[in-house]
């Protein structure tokens, strides 16, 4: 019999296991029972899907309704021409190399499962080359063993007593099949037959989650979610099974973070109460403009956080332009006010530079101490960044170790050996998405004598209030809804280029006009160019190459000499030297730059109230997010803004659907969710950013806000009373096998 941390070369033998862990990292029975249908096909229902992704592995079952042969035009052998009927509406269009081979199994009229990898040849159409297949008993036939074919049949590797390939096709009776995410090498049924072999042996296993809150849930034991979710005999075991092990991976999620919560409350840290005679209040005395509602109530949640002895612990978040620089900069100098310093660790040296110049402006003599005309309860503002001169980056190091600077922002540059602090007080992380928690740590452990500093996490990037939950649950999460007064509206519209080549010449007219009236404009480019990336030689490698894009170099010749000729021309991207980018930076800000050229450089931070127009090119090459960030560049003025997505994508298709929404809304949590959506939320925290096979399997992020809160809710009391869950080995287990190094890694990122 076998346990869930059995290994899968024990029950299955070693060359199943060894197929299993080459194509999804699985080395227990854990990891394969954890391995759930993507769906369920079901009798006289076949199913597939009616759009699936370009160049996914999927599996489809049905009926073959057409099976052509025919010679192959430039060499010897036949093309197998096959339509099968799988319920939706379009037969699959599948093409069969080796149509001698296949022609007696593969014939018109038979039911059969083919597994392999989609191919669009036009939009719309697509079809399934030589894939691997199983042919499936007929309602009223006997039971037989059908030989199966495909690059990779696995089912004959497992010691079975199903047959010498494994696959019992009187299984494929059932009113449920289970479908499961395959690869080329390991197919659906061959998942199937290792599955049903490891069930049999598998012992009644103890459940990790207490009765009691399975009884208050209606939630089944372990074992039979397990067995049920692989083998269901009725819709409503699916059902049954899907809630338990939902339940399962939200509790594991929250676990973790609930046990890196009372982590960070049983740290200690210098209480930085308000004063009212310090710098923080001359400067919101200072402030030209009224604060919004939304600032001054967050301003007041953090400045509460900061009077305790326990560390603040919080995200910032709000849509682009929100003010989330204004709310910061008042909690770090009421930080500054009790004697302590602040470090604000930037993604890029772009937006380091920005921030640096902009508190500078904001504080005006309140940032001059040491020099002439400075305020009463002046202070310092340096900028650390690992491509300055070594005079300027020596006395940013001495400022910040004699204590004489009292915020100083950088980028990586900050957290290395070499700088120390005179007494860090608070930590404040500008795009948290862009840092790990081990960055956060190693900055926030330069504080003196064991005591934490305050921590304090920016985003633009709106974050629904499920995500923040799952994501970020060990963060108190503040949220600015409100843009400042002053700010205008920003109108979008789609360039679809191939369609409409004439509006893209009217787009460098619109930004010439605008220079003209006075005001400034970005290009935006997906890519450098140049000797960015040089196209590999061979014939897969050239499969690879991406869509022509335009680089940013050859369009900033070209709008020189051309549609812009006239203007005064910028050129911005990462691959400057760090001077430079901040000379065509400074230059922009000041207005000798009409028109900046640039990639994604400027995607967060950067603050030009003159800039109205923005031409994003290649807009289809970006996400969501990224977009509406890139937008948020402009419309910080007082004058109507314009941003312009122009692409080569086809009318129709998914990719110029998502720029249409993004050019129907500015609402960044509208957007947030439509991210999610087109992301897939098993990437969320799965392979697709972490680097790791195991992702979000059942628990959707948008739409189980009460299981997440449960799960929530329950996780929080467990820590609370069992800080190391010594008493609760099966959720230690639950935890540590549903949540690996490299996904807790990614939790602190997202």
Known sequence: MATLGDRLDHLLGVKAADSLADAFDMR?????????????????????????????????????????????????????????????????????????????????????????????????????????????????????????RGAGDLAGLARSAQGADGVDTAFFEREFVPVYPATAKVQSWDLLACVRQVL??????????????????????????????????????????????????????????????????????HPCPPRRDGIAAAFAAKLPFELTAGQRQVIDEISADLSRERPTHRLLQGEVGSGKTIVALHAMLQVVDAGKQCALLAPTEVLA??????????????????????????????????????AARKAALLAAVTGEAGIVIGTHALIQDAVEFFDLGMVVVDEQHRFGVEQRDALRAKAKGGISPHLLVMTATPIPRTIAMTTLGDLETSTLTELPRGRSPIASRVVPRRQHPGWVDRAWERITEEVRAGRQAYVVCSRIGDDEEKPK?????????????????????????GALAGLRVGLLHGRLPADEKDEVMRAFNAGSVDVLVCTTVVEVGVDVPNATVMVILDADRFGVSQLHQLRGRIGRGAHASLCLLVTDAAPGGTAMARLTAVAATTDGFELAVLDLKQRREGDVLGSAQSGTARSLRLLSLLDDLETISAAKDFARTVVQADPGLDAHPGLAAMMRAAVDGERLEYLAKS
Request: no cysteine; hydrophobic share 40%.
């Open 353 to 390: 530079a920005q921030h640096h110049r902009s508190l500078r402006a904001m504080l005006g003599e309140l940032a001059a101490a040491g020099e002439l005309g400075a305020a009463e309860h002046a202070t310092r503002v340096v900028l650390l960044t690992g491509s300055m001169p070594a």
């Open 200 to 269: 049999e042996q598998l012992d009644p296993l103890d459940d990790p989650l207490p009765e009691p809150v399975r009884a208050e849930r209606g939630l089944l034991e372990i074992t039979e979610a397990l067995r049920l979710i692989h083998l269901p005999e009725h819709r409503a075991d699916i059902d049954r099974a899907r809630d338990r092990l939902r339940f399962d991976e939200a509790l594991a999620l929250q676990l973790v973070l609930a046990e890196r919560r009372h982590e960070v409350e049983g740290r200690t840290a």
């Open 28 to 148: 227990t029975a854990e990891d394969l029972l954890r391995h759930y249908p993507l769906r369920y096909a079901t009798q006289g229902q076949p199913l597939t899907e009616e759009e699936p992704a370009d160049g996914a592995h999927i599996t489809v079952i049905g009926r073959i309704t057409k099976a052509d042969l025919r010679p192959m035009r430039n060499r010897r052998g036949s093309l197998l021409k096959v339509a099968l009927d799988t319920g939706s509406g379009r037969p699959v269009d599948v093409t069969f190399f080796n149509g001698d081979k296949v022609k007696y199994a593969v014939k018109q009229g038979v039911r059969a499962m083919m597994s392999g990898t989609v191919n669009y040849w036009r939009p719309g159409q697509w079809s399934l080359n030589h894939p691997g297949y199983l042919i499936l008993p007929e309602e009223d036939e006997p039971a037989t063993l059908t030989t199966v």
């Open 537 to 561: 030689k061979g014939k897969k490698a050239a499969e690879k190459e991406p869509p022509n894009t335009q680089a940013v170099l050859d369009v900033y010749e070209e709008l020189r000499a």
